[in-house]
């Protein structure tokens, strides 16, 4: 079993930064993808930014050039550095892990992004 626990979320002004993290814990051999997903009331959940193997990333239009994603692969954590927050960006924020050996990926429990001023 695979564990994922998100962390960083919180209220910030318009412009400002937030890091999210996401840790992974459990039976863990090797992590082929880590991903962000993002969720607002009513709206469909949608991919915010993902990460390989090979340090691959991609980034939806909406946050390129202001979102950064990352990793620590000694410590099983992915990060998503969020620059110049807009209201837009108010959402639940989830990581997904795509593990080796696995069929189906591993969610966290989401953190709640709120801009507002």
């Known amino acids: 079993q695979v564990q994922l626990v998100e962390s960083g979320g919180g209220l910030v002004q318009p412009g400002g930064s937030l890091r999210l993290s996401c840790v992974a814990s459990?039976?863990?051999?090797?992590?082929?993808?880590w991903g962000w997903y993002r969720q607002a009331p009513g709206k469909q959940r949608e991919l915010v930014g993902s990460?390989?193997?090979?340090?691959?990333?991609y980034y939806a239009d909406s946050v390129k050039g202001r979102f950064t994603i990352s990793r620590d692969n000694a410590k099983n954590t992915v990060y998503l550095e969020m620059n110049n927050l807009k209201p837009e960006d108010t959402a639940v924020y989830y990581c997904?892990?795509?593990?080796?050996?696995?069929?189906?990926?591993?969610w966290g429990q989401g953190t709640q992004v709120t801009v507002s001023s």
């Open positions: 997904k892990a795509t593990v080796l050996g696995r069929s189906a990926d591993y």
């Open positions: 990460i390989t193997r090979g340090a691959s990333r």
């Open positions: 459990g039976s863990i051999f090797s992590i082929n993808a």
